[in-house]
Nanobody, 119 residues
Framework: QVQLVESGGGLVQAGGSLRLSCAASGRTFSMIVIGWFRQVPGKEREFVAGITWNGGTVYGAESVKGRFTITRDNAKNTVYLQMNSLKSEDTDVYYC????????????WGQGTQVTVST
């Protein structure tokens, strides 16, 4: 089992920055990829970014490229999502998820953290 806990969300003005954290515990050695997603009720879940155990990264939504950066600290079992130049359309609940235990899909999810960007 892998447990994921997000933190760092909050209210920020447009143009500001936030850094989200995803702290992993449990069988973290089995994690292959950790990703960030965002979703609000009634909207489809959107893949934001992912990072492999050895630091390879991929970004999903075109709208976040150049503004968001995903990194990881293996010693702390934590993945970060640095979000800069935030826009109102970035308002969402952000979730981290992990592919672990040999799964080829994201099979562990955190509880989510709310990001609200005001104009």
């Amino acid at each position: 089992q892998v447990q994921l806990v997000e933190s760092g969300g909050g209210l920020v003005q447009a143009g500001g920055s936030l850094r989200l954290s995803c702290a992993a515990s449990g069988r973290t050695f089995s994690m292959i990829v950790i990703g960030w997603f965002r979703q609000v009720p009634g909207k489809e879940r959107e893949f934001v970014a992912g990072i492999t155990w050895n630091g390879g990264t991929v970004y999903g939504a075109e709208s976040v490229k150049g503004r968001f950066t995903i990194t990881r600290d293996n010693a702390k079992n934590t993945v970060y999502l640095q979000m800069n130049s935030l826009k109102s359309e970035d308002t969402d609940v952000y979730y981290c998820a992990a592919e672990a235990g040999g799964s080829t899909k994201y099979n562990y999810w955190g509880q989510g953290t709310q990001v609200t960007v005001s104009t």
